[in-house]
């Protein structure tokens, strides 16, 4: 039973460092969803993908942040020139498609920037 | 807009003890979504359960069950006789069925501790 992935787990930068999250979905899985969650805070919604496409970003993501799903499996997001306000949880999660398919959710990647 | 509020913000329970997780929301959609998920110390969300709004059935699932009510856009969550392993912190999120994109709207999470 293979679930989201997400690689690395944790990355500490400094500011003003580019940083890169990947995220491997469940197999079968044509949405794929980015969050971030800050510490005392839900998950807030950041982008989404119905397979290669990026069909809606969150005001959330400046154009700092970037994200990718080339060939509609796995997807990357970056971060560049990361400042401190950029330190949290980043979730990952994948869905079958459809209207309010269930999500599943990857571990996240923490991120901490110094 | 979407809202999802939960007013607790940190539960202490003894184990055994059965304890209830509030939920209010607010849309302006007819037909939407609920959720419940669990999320550990290990930071991964775990999927509980998903109702849909024209679903009012509660339901009951081992230790846990649900009430959904939409008189009072409620969506509460009960864990009977609760159990260490159930300490987490627990989100209502919803998700609404107009357009494509299914985000969810997370509250800010409950914090449960289940002492021995």
């Known amino acids: 039973d293979t679930g989201v992935s997400q690689d690395p787990r944790h990355k500490i930068t400094k500011r003003g460092q580019n940083v890169t999250f990947r995220c491997d979905p469940i197999?079968?899985?044509?949405?794929l969803y980015w969050y971030r969650q800050t510490l005392g805070q839900g998950p807030e919604f950041l982008t989404y993908?119905?397979?290669?496409?990026?069909?809606?970003k969150s005001r959330l993501l400046s154009d700092r942040f970037s994200a990718e799903r080339p060939k509609g499996s796995f997807s990357t997001l970056e971060i560049q020139r990361t400042e401190q306000g950029d330190s949290a949880m980043y979730l990952c999660?994948?869905?079958?498609?459809?209207?309010?398919?269930?999500?599943?959710f990857g571990p996240g990647t923490r991120l901490l920037v110094l | 807009a979407q809202k999802v509020t939960q007013a607790q913000t940190e539960i202490s329970v003894v184990e055994k003890e059965d304890v209830t997780l509030d939920c209010v929301y607010e849309?302006?959609?007819?037909?939407?979504?609920l959720f419940w998920y669990k999320q550990p110390p290990s930071g991964e969300l775990v999927f509980l359960i998903r109702?849909?709004?024209?679903?009012?059935q509660n339901e009951i699932s081992g230790r846990y069950s649900w009430n959904f009510q939409k008189s009072t856009s409620s969506f509460n969550f009960t864990i009977t006789a609760s159990q260490v392993v159930d300490s987490a912190v627990y989100f209502c999120?919803?998700?609404?069925?107009?357009?494509?994109?299914?985000?969810?709207?997370f509250g800010k999470g409950i914090t449960l501790s289940v002492r021995p």
């Open positions: 999660a994948s869905s079958l498609g459809g209207r309010a398919e269930t999500q599943y």
């Open positions: 197999s079968e899985h044509n949405r």
């Open positions: 993908f119905q397979n290669e496409a990026q069909l809606e």
């Open positions: 849309t302006r959609d007819t037909t939407y979504y």
């Open positions: 109702r849909n709004s024209f679903d009012e």
């Open positions: 999120a919803l998700s609404e069925a107009a357009g494509a994109n299914s985000k969810l709207t």
